[in-house]
């Protein structure tokens, strides 16, 4: 095999083993950490199923950001959805035969990164241009979003400027998911494209980028509103009434 086939092939088994271990453990982490009290914030559901529906109201639509900054809500939006599309599109690099749905959106794809683009210029102008904001922006903050835009922009020069040979590189990923390597197409752009994918699966778990998890578990949004009806008693505060 080629040299670079091993480093790519060696990095993607290394990066897809630490992200899944990481969610995993950090999941687990979360899911395990007592929430004592009772702060979900109201006006909240005081049902489970209007719980579930808030959430998805929050993960479909960023509910919460809407109502508090319209400016963050468009960019933040901009990319999230684009984001989603991008990466529903590439499924096709990775499945054989093509879903149907993936085979659909296909040209929606190319449209979708502008918007992950604008999105991203947004969110980070307004790190920049907003005093207040910038006062509390750290140095990862930047780099997170600097590693999503070269991500974005080495993946529409590979639409607009140079091809890359997408047989070959669905080969080389198809080859690794079933442990029969193929060799990868050894085209710059990609190259970066895909170590700076491979980076971000490895820092994901170690990331801020872990809200996308994380707000599922956060108690002022998973709660239900019914401390009237329903003594909150949380395990640790049990053991002392007994
Ligand atoms: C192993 C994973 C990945 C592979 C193999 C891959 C490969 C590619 C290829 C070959 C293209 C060019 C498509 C074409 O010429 O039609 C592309 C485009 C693109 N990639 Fe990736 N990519 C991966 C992961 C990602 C991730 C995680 C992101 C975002 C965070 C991303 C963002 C983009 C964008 C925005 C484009 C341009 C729009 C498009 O063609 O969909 N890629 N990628």
């Not at 499945?95 to 093509?98: A, E, G, K, L, R």
């Given at each position: 095999m080629p040299f670079w086939t091993i480093v790519y092939a060696l990095l993607f088994y290394a990066a897809t083993a630490l992200l899944i271990g990481g969610l995993a453990y950090k999941i687990r982490k979360y899911a395990t950490t007592p929430a004592p009290l009772k702060i979900p914030t109201t006006p909240a559901p005081v049902t489970r199923q209007g719980v579930v529906l808030r959430m998805f109201r929050e993960v479909a639509f960023f509910e919460s950001l809407f109502r508090s900054n319209k400016w963050i809500w468009l960019f933040g939006y901009l990319f999230h959805f684009g984001l989603f599309l991008v990466l529903a599109r590439h499924l096709r690099y990775f499945?054989?035969?093509?879903w149907t749905w993936v085979e659909l959106i296909q040209p929606f794809g190319k449209y979708a990164a502008f918007a992950m683009v604008a999105g991203l210029a947004g969110l980070w102008a307004r790190r920049v241009l907003v005093d207040r904001v910038r006062y509390i922006s750290a140095l990862s903050d930047h780099l997170m979003l600097a590693l999503l835009m070269a991500i974005a922009l080495t993946g529409l020069s590979m639409d607009y400027l140079t091809h890359t040979d997408i047989v070959s590189l669905k080969a080389f990923f198809l080859g690794l998911m079933y442990f029969n390597w193929h060799p990868l197409p050894e085209d710059p752009l990609l190259m970066v494209h895909l170590g700076l994918v491979a980076t971000l699966m490895i820092i994901f778990p170690v990331s801020k980028l872990l809200h996308a998890p994380g707000v599922f578990f956060s108690p002022t949004r998973n709660q239900v509103d019914n401390p009237r009806e329903q003594r909150h008693l949380a395990p640790w505060a049990a053991e002392l009434e007994k």
């Open positions: 499945t054989y035969p093509v």
